[in-house]
């Protein structure tokens, strides 16, 4: 991604604005008032190292995609190491400088900025003290991640409701970020086995090179260093999804790449992402897409 203008530099580095070590690919910005959504597609550079800390609230929702690996801290908090993947809630809080660095991939994705004033009246009519709030990289959060979703549909409409509808979701965002990552939320039970940082990284890049592979339960769990049992758990909980259905996603997003950009049969195609059969791939794609692979093809040609 290209530097932003609302980047600023001081003597011992950047105290604030936003740099992606990257490129955008698209982008769409759409600005509601106390809520604002940039919706893209970005490729990083390998090696391309970013920074971002605004005076908003910042969610970055991944919704497709991946990095091969991403590192990333918020201020002086803990290092992040894994990958971004589909599903992938990042929160960055207002004034917090956020640095990361990425190894090559594309992802689209969302970001949603809050006003902190909102959050913070919100706050205090409810009768709370003052907050502090902790970020962190690359979490699932299932509710972050609908209501990105939701966002993006309303995005690309123009129903004259909209204004209403954002603040809707401005206003559950705030509470969620209150009750979820400030120091008003509850304490997370300990001793539960985690998959998380260069463990989840190695896992995650262990799929994608060995998509064409027999890729079973037991060899992800070996690689994590997890047995079945708890490594089945702590993936979901790291990704919001099963490694069985993390898997078919990543095999299909693979199909659909090799369909729009090559020109393999359909039959090698399901081969190279470690499906059966063509049939097998096109039962899966158009259970994930909506269309089996050969209209996917023809459709991506013509346009």
């Avoid at 908003?56 to 990958?83: Q, S, W």
């Avoid at 956020?98 to 969302?110: F, K, L, N, Q, V």
């Avoid at 009246?121 to 009768?127: F, H, I, T, Y």
Wanted: with cysteine; glycine share 10%; aromatic share 8%.
């Amino acid at each position: 991604m290209t530097e932003e203008s609302e980047e600023s530099r001081g003597g011992e580095g950047p105290r604030s604005g936003r740099r992606h070590g990257g490129r955008f690919l698209t982008r769409f910005d759409r600005d509601w008032s106390e809520l604002r959504l940039e919706l893209a597609r970005w490729n990083a550079e390998p090696g391309g190292n970013g920074f971002c800390g605004l005076n908003d609230h910042l969610l970055f929702v991944t919704f497709a995609g991946n990095t091969k690996r991403t590192e990333a801290t918020i201020e002086d908090g803990p290092r992040y190491e894994g990958a971004d993947f589909p599903g992938a809630v990042t929160f960055i809080p207002a004034n917090q400088m956020r640095h990361a660095w990425h190894e090559g991939g594309t992802i689209d994705y969302a970001t949603i900025k809050l006003d902190p004033g909102r959050v913070a009246l919100l706050n205090a009519e409810a009768g709370n003290g003052d907050v502090e709030f902790r970020g962190f990289t690359n979490r699932p959060d299932p509710f972050v991640h609908q209501m990105a979703l939701a966002l993006r549909a309303e995005a690309r409409t123009a129903d004259p409701g909209g204004q209403l509808f954002a603040d809707s979701v401005a206003t559950a965002l705030s509470w969620h970020l209150i009750r979820r990552f400030s120091t008003l939320a509850a304490p997370r039970p300990s001793g539960q086995p985690r998959l998380t940082g260069p463990r989840l990284g190695r896992v995650l890049d262990h799929i994608r090179e060995h998509l064409s592979s027999d890729l079973r339960l037991s060899r992800l769990s070996e690689v994590a260093g997890m047995d079945r049992y708890h490594f089945s758990r702590a993936f979901k909980k790291a990704t919001g999804h099963s490694p069985h259905r993390y898997v078919v996603a990543r095999r299909v997003e693979r199909a659909a790449e090799l369909l729009a950009r090559t020109d393999l049969p359909i039959a090698d195609v399901a081969y190279q992402v470690g499906l059966s059969s063509q049939s097998h791939l096109t039962t899966v794609f158009r259970k994930a897409i909506g269309d089996t692979p050969h209209a996917y093809r023809t459709a991506r040609r013509s346009a």
